[in-house]
T-cell receptor, first 113, second 116 residues
């Protein structure tokens, strides 16, 4: 079991650029989550999917953020255009069912200059 | 809304000693889960232990155990026989059952430093 795989590990970009973060969940896990971690706000849920369908996106900060899950083994979180306040660590997590805990990836550290 | 409070920003413990991290939460829910996650310098969030609110028995995972007091809304973590590899940020987290499942509410974290 390779765990949840996120790429890239680090991303540095300039304000106004588009950023795409990628996630491969653990095989067989039907739930996928995107979390953001900042010093000011701690860990926050952005969005989660069940069987590739977005269930709760109430945590997505604004329209500049979008997430997709085209199939069971891949998800993206896109920020367009990026802003310095988007700088954070973005985590992807997956879970096989509602009764199971979340398994997190190693996160992507995003820096927007 | 649920809130999770970790009142200890940092704890230091010597190898082989025991340390207890405190966590309190506020909720009107009756059915929920509580978790402790560990975040070492590698940044990965690693599940340490999990407790279902309907279970009275405290969860235990090797050197890690919890003291779950539902009425007091308290969920402390005890690390026994501390090891250098236990150095990490520890987060307490709350999750409702049913709707809004998956929305982990995290505390601010406690940095644990294990010294030789």
């Amino acid at each position: 079991d390779a765990g949840v795989i996120q790429s890239p590990r680090h991303e540095v970009t300039e304000m106004g650029q588009e950023v795409t973060l990628r996630c491969k969940p653990i095989s067989g896990h039907d739930y996928l989550f995107w979390y953001r971690q900042t010093m000011m706000r701690g860990l926050e849920l952005l969005i989660y999917f069940n069987n590739n369908v977005p269930i709760d996106d109430s945590g997505m900060p604004e329209d500049r953020f979008s997430a997709k899950m085209p199939n069971a083994s891949f998800s993206t979180l896109k920020i367009q255009p990026s802003e310095p306040r988007d700088s954070a660590v973005y985590f992807c997590a997956s879970s096989p069912s509602q009764a199971s805990p979340l398994h997190f990836g190693n996160g992507t550290r995003l820096t927007v200059t | 809304a649920q809130t999770v409070t970790q009142s200890q920003p940092e704890m230091s413990v010597q190898e082989a000693e025991t340390v207890t991290l405190s966590c309190t939460y506020d909720t009107s829910e009756n059915n929920y889960y509580l978790f402790w996650y560990k975040q070492p310098p590698s940044r990965q969030m690693i599940l340490v232990i999990r407790q279902e609110a309907y279970k009275q028995q405290n969860a235990t995972e090797n050197r890690f155990s919890v003291n779950f007091q539902k009425a007091a809304k308290s969920f402390s973590l005890k690390i026994s026989d501390s090891q250098l590899g236990d150095t990490a940020m520890y987060f307490c987290a709350f999750m409702k059952q049913g709707t809004s499942w998956g929305k982990l509410q995290f505390g601010a974290g406690t940095q644990v430093v294990v010294t030789p």
